[in-house]
């Protein structure tokens, strides 16, 4: 019987540890906050730097910071694990899409959309007046996407995975067809005669494509590496360039010939230096990497390189510590900003609470700060702290023993709503960028976690920010928009308690406005004020069933969401025209239960010069009509594998899917031409 109290209480703390959700605060800032300080030392031999994060100086440094950072174990990134069944059915909410979009359509935020969202300027002397580029974030910046253009041709690397076999092919013995996948290689398909494309040549190489000149560079993780392609004749590609990939692709950029690319290197005890993201010849020693002033669980550096997308050659490098979830990287004309979670000690959490409350006796409370000094991992101490609290219950009388331990649950409960916005932070490091050199300035923190980069966003001087702070012990989730300083990174204003119980689903900003979308039973559409950037305002709340994952300006009265209603495809259309009372123009549902969009941004298209959008779905893909504020659908294109993307060329809708280019006709919308890459 005692055996099985034990192990019905070690089960509730764990609970009540994990229950915390994510974590702390990050690198020296000050925040204000007056919760448990951590407990562990700061790093070694740093260099002085007025930036809250610096450089470890030596090797030795280095090593020491990962191996304090490895025996903490934090309460980030815990959704499901040990949580309550409360907590279980918010997960099931949450993953009923994947949300990992918000799209921008190769205009600036900052500023109401062109006439023709993404048009690239023609190339040489044909007759292109318009062509779609990629869907991206901010104006200049090109983000990877599996179809490039240099405004005559597109590179498209298909995705395998999404490739129709075809039969017949080769034959096995007993005479049944192999279905053997194609060769990865990405092509060059000539949109010259916009109603007749051409397959003019292969590339060998697949992956995420950047375009900048007569340079295609491919993002090819499958084969680890950086490769890029002299394409000045398009029909005969030739290699230029390689850089080995030896850690994982973040993400990456182009702006004006130049390449910013983000590595993730996990860390471990004993782990080699110097760090090698791109390869020994790029290596970067790992006394130049940077810290937070404050211990990190330090399982992960990050990258920023600066490379000449001609030369292939590494400009720049400045590279960091943080964690390895929960990061987001976002990238201004101005800079990159970086973000990770960290999380709160176990032991620690409970070390403080064990300290504050009236319920635990003094000896015992001593015997949990003293276990909480030993230089031993964080997973020793939190099972060392679960046994002297066992053996303090075992001493109790039985009826003493379920009311204490109830208070104590009920306590930790209350203690860690007190401080959700301390146990659930965000840390964002600004990584400024001039002419391809790379500079760590300085950095902050803001409670909860960002949904992904359209969360962030750099507007008139200010950094501002959204994020989710889950449900911690007693208390609710809670939805915040921090405006803070871009440069000093400091905390300016905010909008604090949108969407109680819910969490962020969609972000978008457009110049001095800001739309949020949170979610768990409905739809709430917040309309947030930027006239004066410091002191964010908001304006109106609209509720509706389901979501949107995605928003999109149409114009400066209307903005587009797309997400879900009940398993099924939703697009709806916000008129914000009178800010202060948003309301819904028009929606329509799909008979489809997910879109390309709940995979990336760059699925979505907007051709303004018809007054249409395209959403990929499965096998199909849908050209939606929103003129005056009406959606229908003007026609659907089936194709023989997954639709992954959509372009327009002048006046004709290049739809790609697999290994077929289909071609419509704009003006009747009928298919004119199906490309088959294949032959």
Request: charged share 25%; net charge negative.
């Amino acid at each position: 019987m005692a055996a099985q109290r034990k192990i019905a209480f070690v089960t509730l703390v764990v609970g009540l540890v994990l229950g915390a959700g994510l974590a702390a605060s990050f690198v020296g800032s000050d925040t204000g906050n007056d919760g448990p300080e951590a407990s562990v030392d700061q790093p070694p031999e740093l260099d002085d730097s007025e930036a809250g994060i610096q450089q470890f100086g030596s090797e030795q440094a280095f090593e020491e910071y990962v191996q304090r950072g490895h025996q903490r174990t934090t309460t980030r990134g815990w959704w499901g694990t040990g949580l309550s069944a409360q907590r279980f059915d918010e997960r099931a909410v949450v993953d009923e899409v994947q949300v990992d979009m918000a799209a921008g359509d190769g205009t600036a935020d900052a500023a109401p959309a062109p006439a023709d969202d993404g048009a690239q300027p023609e190339s040489g002397g044909s007759d292109i007046e318009r062509i779609a580029g990629s869907n991206v974030q901010v104006a200049g910046l090109d983000e990877p996407d599996i179809v490039k253009t240099d405004g005559e041709r597109f590179y498209y690397s298909p995705r395998v995975g999404h490739v129709v076999y075809r039969e017949p092919g080769p034959v096995a013995e007993d005479g049944v067809p192999v279905r053997e996948p194609p060769e990865p290689e990405s092509h060059v398909v000539d949109a010259s005669e916009p109603a007749e494309p051409e397959d003019i040549a292969s590339i060998d190489a697949s992956g995420e494509l950047l375009q900048t000149g007569d340079r295609l560079v491919v993002l090819e993780e499958s084969e680890s590496r950086i490769v890029a392609f002299d394409v000045s004749d398009p029909a005969d590609p030739e290699k230029e360039w390689e850089q080995p990939l030896e850690d994982s692709l973040v993400t990456a950029r182009e702006a004006d010939g130049q390449l910013y690319v983000v590595t993730q290197t996990r860390t471990s005890v004993g782990m080699a230096c110097p760090i090698t993201p791109l390869g020994q010849d790029n290596a970067i020693e790992c006394a130049d990497v940077y810290a937070p002033e404050t211990q990190t669980t330090a399982d992960a550096t990050y990258t920023a390189f600066s490379i000449d997308a001609t030369s292939g050659e590494i400009d720049d490098t400045v590279s960091f510590v943080g964690t390895g979830s929960g990061t987001v990287v976002y990238m201004s004309e101005n800079g990159l900003y970086i973000t990770y979670t960290t999380g709160t000690s176990e032991s620690e959490l409970m070390a403080a609470y064990v300290e504050e409350t009236d319920i635990v006796p003094e000896d015992v409370e001593q015997r949990v700060l003293e276990i909480q000094s030993y230089d031993i991992s964080d997973r020793s101490k939190r099972t060392e702290i679960e046994m002297a609290l066992e053996r303090w219950f075992q001493s109790l009388p039985e009826e003493e023993r379920h009311d204490k331990r109830e208070q104590l649950y009920d306590g930790f409960r209350e203690y860690l709503g007190d401080h959700r916005t301390e146990l659930t932070q965000t840390s964002i490091v600004n990584v400024g960028v001039d002419d391809g050199e790379l500079s760590v300035g300085e950095s902050g923190t803001v409670p909860g976690t960002p949904l992904n980069q359209f969360a962030l966003d750099e507007y008139e001087g200010t950094l501002r920010i959204t994020t989710t702070i889950p449900r911690t012990g007693n208390a609710e989730s809670i939805n915040n928009l921090y405006v803070l300083d871009s440069e000093t990174l400091d905390r300016e204003g905010n909008v604090t308690g949108m969407g109680e119980d819910q969490r962020v689903y969609s972000v978008r900003y457009v110049g001095d406005r800001g739309y949020v979308v949170t979610f768990r039973q409905i739809d709430p559409f917040y309309v947030i004020d930027f006239e004066d950037p410091t002191d964010p305002e908001e304006l109106g709340e609209l509720k509706l069933p389901g979501f949107s994952s995605y928003m999109h300006p149409v114009d400066d009265d209307s903005v587009l969401g797309i997400g879900q209603e009940n398993g099924r495809v939703k697009a709806a259309l916000f008129d914000v025209s009178e800010p202060t009372d948003p309301e819904v123009g028009d929606d329509l549902v799909l008979d489809e239960w997910q879109s390309g969009i709940d995979d990336t941004h760059h699925a979505f298209l907007m051709d303004r010069r018809h007054e249409v959008f395209f959403l990929p779905a499965g096998h199909s893909g849908y050209v939606v009509d929103y003129a005056d504020g009406d959606l229908s659908v003007a026609t659907t294109v089936e194709a023989s594998a997954s639709v992954d993307r959509a372009r327009y060329v002048n006046n004709y809708l290049y739809v790609f899917a697999g290994e077929e280019v289909i071609v419509l006709d704009q003006e009747e919308w009928e298919r004119t031409e199906t490309l088959d890459l294949s032959e």
